[in-house]
């Protein structure tokens, strides 16, 4: 082995270690390190000791922020044997008051000096931290702060400073420790991945971290989880079920079978041409259950969409259990979760984080399932799914597709979901999507759908009274779908749109658009 191959052998695990205190967040910390090619660990507060740091040695270490006051006699701390590594420290909100707080500096909780969104911060000094930063007098960033810094800790330099946190960024630049009050990996922090770029720098990664090394990490994690077990995967042709497969058939071959379950809640055709898409692609075993009838009868009477939302879960779940008893020997139920679809599922580490809605695949599974999980997307991004599905060179028939959620047409349907009314929504939805494409707008959309009202009102066609559904158009541009935003389509696309919905759909008399964002509105309507 020649040094220089030995070396980059020696240094192959070059990783940054996050440690989570409980933020919403901290998964896009995670998420931007990947972005600029650097492989990250994030591990809770608790799991923090010499061992783990010895078998990781991080090259440097993060700590996220979080929903406490560490002036709270049980807030989260961590050993201070971590100051002690001689590797670069950045502190985000939560983490930098940490960082000041067991380093002797002080933190003030009394005096009401909140920052809560957009903030603007002003340089002191300057810092390699912030090397393209402040062009003009100052840069905005956004803030989500009750406490703030109100002495630092010895050694420590301010380099910025916001109306509300006098220290807003500070460092300690021989030990290379930095500490920030805002939230440098949020979008709405718009050089924030500069300053993490330059913290990357100062602390010497190599930068070589690609979706092929996940894709990699992954194959090994698979195998190492699944061993010679079978596993089922739920299909539903999506990009991220899609991705699941394939990535478990190249970890494990045919000890995968892919159940694609059609809860009758699908889109016009769909069926028929995720089967073939499928099937013209892939040669992995693959069974095909028809369920539609089971889903609606047990949809029958219900209104509420969290409610409806976990019937559907637990039916998929039950659909899953048969058919693994039937096949034999069936150990793990795959599935194509992302980190969207958890942090919104589910609170993470006691944080305040709440349950917007039970994603089906996540909230509204059953404790006791008889299948092991396995998730191997659980950490990513639909953008980072994309392009893991480029790395496996799946079609773009796969990639592009927008995202359909699990529980389908139901939690488009406000209400109770009847055949009557998925026939409508179908043929409402084939329509606007078929417009789309004809305007060239697929790509540029995220993802656009109809949902259809439980109201109903009057119209008059040909001269005679109507009383009919009322439906809704919606389509958004996202980049992960954690936000996003309406899309602006012109005047003709939607008067054009609106004509023929009504004049080829029975049922329909009236077609509105949602300009509504994400947040305040979520995406889906339930
Ligand atoms: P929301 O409505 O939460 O949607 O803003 C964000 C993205 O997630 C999709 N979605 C789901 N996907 N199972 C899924 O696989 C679900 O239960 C589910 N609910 C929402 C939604 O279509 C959008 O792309």
Redesign the pocket.
């Known amino acids: 082995m020649t040094k220089q191959n030995k070396a980059l052998k020696d240094d192959i695990n070059e990783c940054l270690l996050v440690i989570d205190f409980g933020s919403q967040v901290t998964q896009l910390i995670a998420r931007r390190l990947r972005e600029l090619n650097v492989y990250s660990k994030i591990h809770p507060f608790q799991n923090i000791n010499q061992k783990l740091l010895k078998e990781l040695s991080p090259k440097a270490i993060i700590f996220s922020g979080g929903p406490r006051s560490v002036l709270d006699k049980n807030s989260p701390k961590i050993s201070k044997i971590i100051y002690k590594l001689g590797v670069p420290i950045l502190g985000i909100c939560y983490g930098q008051q940490l960082l000041m707080f067991q380093l002797g500096g002080k933190i003030n909780s009394k005096e009401k000096k909140s920052e809560f969104g957009r903030a603007y911060i002003k340089q002191k000094r300057k810092s390699k931290l912030l090397d393209g930063w402040f062009d003009k007098n100052f840069e905005e960033v956004w803030m989500s702060h009750g406490d703030h810094v109100s002495e630092m800790a010895i050694n420590f330099k301010v380099l910025a400073t916001s109306k509300n946190a006098p220290f807003a960024v500070v460092a300690d630049e021989k030990r290379n420790f930095y500490g920030v009050q805002f939230h440098p990996e949020v979008y709405h922090t718009p050089k924030g991945k500069i300053l993490l770029d330059n913290f990357l720098k100062i602390s010497g990664f190599r930068r070589d971290w690609t979706m092929q090394s996940f894709y990699q990490d992954a194959i090994k994690n698979i195998r190492k989880k699944i061993g010679n077990n079978k596993v089922i995967c739920a299909l539903?042709g999506?990009v991220?079920?899609s991705v699941t497969a394939i990535l478990l058939h190249k970890a494990i071959g045919n000890n995968l079978t892919c159940i694609f379950v059609n809860h009758g809640l699908l889109r016009k055709n769909e069926h028929f041409e995720v089967l073939k898409m499928f099937k013209d692609n892939y040669k992995i075993p693959l069974i095909y259950a028809n369920e539609s009838k089971l889903f609606l009868s047990k949809l029958k009477g219900i209104t509420s969409p969290e409610k409806k939302?976990k019937i559907?879960?637990n039916l998929f779940v039950k659909v899953f259990q048969d058919y693994a008893k039937k096949m034999d020997d069936i150990k793990f139920l795959a599935q194509?979760?992302?980190y969207?679809?958890v942090i919104?599922?589910i609170s993470v580490n006691d944080g305040p984080s709440v349950t917007?809605?039970?994603?089906?695949?996540?909230?509204?599974l059953p404790k006791k399932m008889g299948l092991k999980l396995i998730e191997p997307l659980r950490n990513l991004f639909?953008d980072e799914v994309r392009k893991l599905g480029n790395e496996l060179n799946l079609p773009n028939t796969f990639i592009k597709r927008?995202?359909?959620?699990?529980?389908g047409l139901a939690?488009r349907c406000p209400g109770e979901v009847t055949i009557k009314k998925i026939k409508i929504l179908q043929n409402i939805d084939e329509i606007f999507i078929d417009q789309i494409k004809k305007y060239n707008l697929y790509n540029e959309i995220?993802?656009a759908?109809s949902v259809l009202l439980p109201t109903r009102s009057v119209g008059v066609m040909g001269d005679k009274r109507t009383y009919d559904y009322a439906c809704v158009l919606r389509a958004?541009t996202?980049v992960d779908?954690?936000t996003?935003d309406y899309f602006k389509f012109d005047q003709n696309f939607l008067s054009d749109t609106s004509t023929r919905i009504i004049n080829e759909v029975s049922g329909v008399n009236r077609v509105t658009y949602d300009i509504t964002s994400?947040p305040p509105?979520?995406?889906?309507?339930?």
């Open positions: 539903s999506g991220d079920s939302r559907i879960g194509g979760t992302l969207p679809d919104e599922s917007i809605k039970s994603h089906h695949n996540v909230g509204g639909k927008h995202p359909f959620p699990g529980p939690i995220w993802q759908f958004v996202s779908g954690m996003a994400k509105g979520t995406i889906e309507w339930e």
